[in-house]
Each structure stands twice: as C-alpha cells, then as structure tokens.
C-alpha cells in the first residue's frame, strides 16, 4: 500500500477538496401536471411516469 513520504500542506489538501461540491438537482416539467419533477422519476404530485401511473410515488408521510 501507498504511503506519503511527505506531509500534505494545508493549502494542498484544502485546494484539492474544494472541488468537491454538491451539484443541484436537475428538475423538468411533468408532461400531465406541468409541476416540476426530478428527471426520471415518477412526478410527485400526480405520479406518473412515461405511459404508467404509480399509487406509491405520491407522498405519504410515515405512520409510527
């Protein structure tokens, strides 16, 4: 296995992480309801996707 022979400076480690960033979540338009809906997943407020229409995709909150 690898090891550093060296020390990684602060500004070394610090400038290699910060590109690690969150990328937004890419939304279109639900073709049925015209809501916004992430891509390739049933749409939330009506649920469907393509030709099907799914009863579990709308939101339910958890009973406990």
């Known amino acids: 296995m690898a090891v550093p022979k060296r020390k990684?400076?602060?500004s070394n480690t610090r400038s290699r992480r910060a590109n690690?960033?969150?990328a937004p979540v890419a939304l279109t338009v639900c073709p049925w309801c015209?809501?916004?809906a992430?891509?390739?997943r049933a749409c939330?407020?009506?649920g469907?996707?393509?030709e099907r229409h799914y009863?579990?995709?709308e939101?339910?909150?958890h009973q406990n």
């Open 8 to 10: 990684m400076s602060r």
């Open 59 to 61: 939101r339910t909150e």
């Open 55 to 57: 009863d579990v995709a």
């Open 44 to 46: 939330p407020s009506c």
């Open 20 to 22: 690690w960033k969150a």
């Open 48 to 50: 469907n996707y393509g």
């Open 38 to 40: 992430q891509a390739h």
């Open 34 to 36: 015209q809501s916004p």
